[in-house]
């Protein structure tokens, strides 16, 4: 009865201009009602909220400039792309797409003896932006490569992909036993056989050394604990210290 719709993605508008589109006739509503909430009774017109209203008039002056024809062409353009792009990368052996894609993400997963999360590795190295893909009991790997127009007016996209993929396959076939690193490497393993207050506490710790300036320590999880000074902690909104 409702349908989300990302306007900051292919209709390359600002980010924080999402659309949420209701059936005339849903009983759902956009509102958020918390009538036990401790701070007191809390309703909301979810809608609303705290937008931009410049995000906003940005992405419809973006929609109503270029136009309807203008996204029909470029899907056109993409899904052409896809359909070319799947063809070679059918062409590389050690690899396969599992299945026909009908839109612009191109899902691959690797033979078997072939790592795929290296693969991924050695193609984030030569500067591609892949999702990796893996199942929660890791029978199966692989990931997938999002096609957007930007590739569509790239020069050369094409060859250029198909060749460091080509390259970065024959690279794992010759290095079998060598093991991916970084994120790469810990993709999926916390879901095995980690309690999921553990989970929290890791995902919690490395979401705050992330958005850490560098060069500031964070005493807690995953780091040493901050050198003692004479100076008193600072206790307002701009400190960095965290505890985990």
């Known amino acids: 009865m409702s ?9 390359q508008t600002p980010k924080g201009t999402s659309v949420l589109v209701f059936h005339k006739n849903t009983p759902a509503t956009p509102t958020s009602v918390h009538l036990e909430c401790e701070s007191g009774m809390y309703v909301t017109p979810g809608i609303d909220g705290s937008t931009s209203g410049a995000d906003r008039a940005t992405a ?8 309807k024809r203008y996204y029909v062409e470029e899907t056109k353009k993409i899904l052409a792309l896809q359909r070319e792009l799947i063809h070679e990368i059918k062409k590389i052996d050690g690899i396969h797409v599992p299945y026909d894609p009908q839109l612009s993400v191109i899902p691959v997963q690797s033979n078997k003896g072939i790592n795929a999360l290296l693969i991924a590795e050695c193609l984030s190295q030569a500067g591609w932006s892949v999702n990796i893909l ?16 930007v590739h569509t007016h790239q020069e050369n996209f094409l060859e250029s992909f198909v060749r460091d993929l080509t390259d970065a396959v024959s690279y794992v076939k010759k290095n079998p036993n ?25 995902g919690d710790g490395y979401t705050r050394i992330l958005n850490t300036l560098p060069h500031i320590p964070l005493s807690g ?9 004479t100076q008193p902690a600072r206790t307002d909104s701009m400190s960095r210290t965290f505890k985990a």
């Open 3 to 11: 349908i989300s719709i990302d306007t900051h993605k292919y209709g």
């Open 134 to 149: 893996q199942t929660s009991d890791q029978k199966c790997a692989g990931f997938h490569f999002c096609l957007t127009s």
């Open 221 to 229: 999880l995953w780091s040493k604990p901050a050198a003692q000074t």
């Open 178 to 202: 060598q093991k991916p690193k970084g994120m790469t490497k810990a993709y999926g393993k916390l879901e095995k056989g980690v309690p999921t207050f553990v989970q929290h506490k890791i």
């Open 60 to 67: 419809w002056a973006r929609l109503v400039s270029k136009g």
